[in-house]
C-alpha cells in the first residue's frame, strides 16, 4: 500500500497554501522551491486542484494560486482524490479477483482498511495540517533563538 508522489506532493503544495494564505496568491514557483516539487509537476497538479474547485488561480502581476475556501473546509481526502490518486491496500485494486479470479482469504481485511484510511483523511482538513507545520516551526526557531543566545551552532529547520 502506498501513496505516491502525486497524491503526497499535491497535499504538501496545499498545505502551503494554508501556511502562507495570508499573503495572498502564492505563485506556483514559490511553492516549488520551498518544498522541493518541480515547477511542471506542481503546473499538472495545479490544473487538477482548480478543476476540482480547490484551488482559484490570480493572473497577473502578483498573482498565483489561492485556497478556494477556508482550509478548515478543505480535507486531505478530497485533495488526494482530485489528482486522481487512490489509497488501496488490496491487491486487486478492490475487485475482489486477488487470486486467480477469486476474492482472497485477506480481501476483507485490507478492503476495511482502505475505508479507515479514507475516514481517516475525509476527517483531516488543511487548517489542522498548517497550525501543526507553523508550530513546528515556531519551536524549533525559538529553540535555535535560545541556542544562539548560549552560543550553541543551530540548524534553522524549513518546511
Known amino acids: 500500500m502506498k501513496l505516491t508522489a502525486k497524491g503526497r506532493y499535491a497535499v504538501t503544495a496545499m498545505v502551503d497554501l494554508a501556511v502562507n494564505e495570508d499573503r495572498g496568491p502564492i505563485s506556483l514557483s514559490e511553492i516549488a522551491e520551498r518544498q522541493s516539487i518541480s515547477l511542471p509537476y506542481l503546473e499538472q497538479l495545479f490544473a487538477k486542484l482548480k478543476r476540482s474547485q480547490l484551488v482559484e488561480s490570480v493572473r497577473g502581476p502578483g498573482g498565483g494560486y489561492c485556497l478556494s ?3 478548515k473546509a478543505i480535507f486531505v481526502a478530497e485533495i488526494v482524490g482530485s489528482v486522481d490518486e487512490t489509497v488501496d491496500a488490496t491487491r486487486c485494486a478492490g475487485k475482489g479477483d486477488c487470486q486467480g479470479g477469486e476474492m482472497c482469504l485477506t480481501h476483507e481485511l485490507w478492503s ?6 479514507h475516514n481517516f483523511l475525509k476527517g483531516v482538513d488543511l487548517a489542522s495540517l498548517a497550525e501543526k507545520s507553523m508550530s513546528r516551526r515556531l519551536t524549533a526557531n525559538k529553540i535555535a533563538a535560545e541556542h544562539s543566545q548560549n ?6 529547520i524549513l518546511d
Not at 476495511?112 to 484510511?117: A, G, S
Open 112 to 117: 476495511d482498511l482502505n475505508d479507515q484510511i
Open 69 to 71: 475556501r477556508d482550509s
Open 151 to 156: 552560543g550553541i551552532a543551530t540548524v534553522q
